[in-house]
């Protein structure tokens, strides 16, 4: 399941840190751990039946808790067949990794009882392999979530270009991104009057809700020196992801 939800978001564009994949060799792992967990703006816990046997996970928690209170870090809770009472209480196998730990870490035991209390009562999604709960499709939503609640590009970017928000706004409300339809706009205007800075603005704030998406600048200078085929074989690769070869223009557009 990890492994799934970790291809989605890094297919989103999301910068996601999972020790197995990103952690360099040789590289002692608790100091890499802890700093990633503090550098993140989000924090996905999925909590398993085993997952409190792991004085690792505890600790990696602990710590998770700690910068929820100190910087404001948000904590998606997955429920993977385990109830979040069972986290919450310590219930079932949580109990009995509970009465194994008071024997052997018995320092910890406190700070861990009360990260699992905090993390099990934040809202999040239960996965128990009911109808309503398929994998794929609690994938697709909690990736959705994730990518609502992170900043967009072009708060960095525009923030001191004058008039762009109010420019920004206005392309938005044309765009009717609820309406669930295709919408084409055109920005009409002179030379370097910011066209492709406002068009660059709203891609920024807008494409990380789309599962495909492709930013093509400088089409007329690009087609004419290297062929619309290359446009198109960009456009392809970009928005479906893969590397896509491109014969001729009639291909391309087919």
Not at 5 to 33: C, F, M, N, V
Not at 94 to 103: C, I, Q
Not at 161 to 185: A, F, N, P, Y
């Amino acid at each position: 399941f990890v492994d799934h939800l970790y291809a989605a978001l890094e297919q989103q564009g999301i910068q996601t840190y999972k020790d197995d994949e990103t952690l360099p060799r040789g590289e002692s792992i608790r100091p890499a751990l802890l700093k990633a967990i503090q550098e993140s703006r989000i924090a996905v816990v999925v909590f398993s039946e085993n997952y409190a046997d792991s004085s690792w996970c505890l600790d990696e928690l602990a710590h998770i808790i700690e910068c929820v209170d100190t910087r404001g870090q948000i904590v998606i809770p997955i429920f993977y067949y385990v109830e979040p009472s069972d986290v919450r209480k310590l219930k079932r196998k949580y109990e009995e990794a509970f009465s194994k730990h008071e024997t052997e870490k018995k320092e910890n035991v406190e700070s861990w009882r009360k990260a699992l209390e905090k993390a099990g009562s934040i809202s999040g999604w239960t996965i128990n392999g009911t109808i309503n709960c398929h994998e794929a499709k609690c994938i697709k939503e909690i990736v959705g979530t994730i990518s609502s609640r992170l900043p967009t590009l072009s708060t960095n970017v525009n923030k001191d270009l004058i008039g762009i928000e109010t420019r920004l706004q206005d392309l938005k409300s044309k765009l009717k991104m609820e309406s669930g339809g295709v919408r084409i706009i055109g920005i009409w205007g002179v030379g370097g009057g910011g066209k492709t800075t406002l068009a660059s603005a709203v891609y920024a704030e807008i494409s990380h809700r789309f599962e495909g998406h492709c930013l093509l600048q400088n089409i007329r200078e690009e087609s004419n020196k290297h062929g619309l085929e290359k446009l198109q074989e960009k456009f392809l690769s970009l928005v479906l992801k893969a590397d896509v070869k491109v014969g001729s223009e009639i291909e391309g557009r087919s």
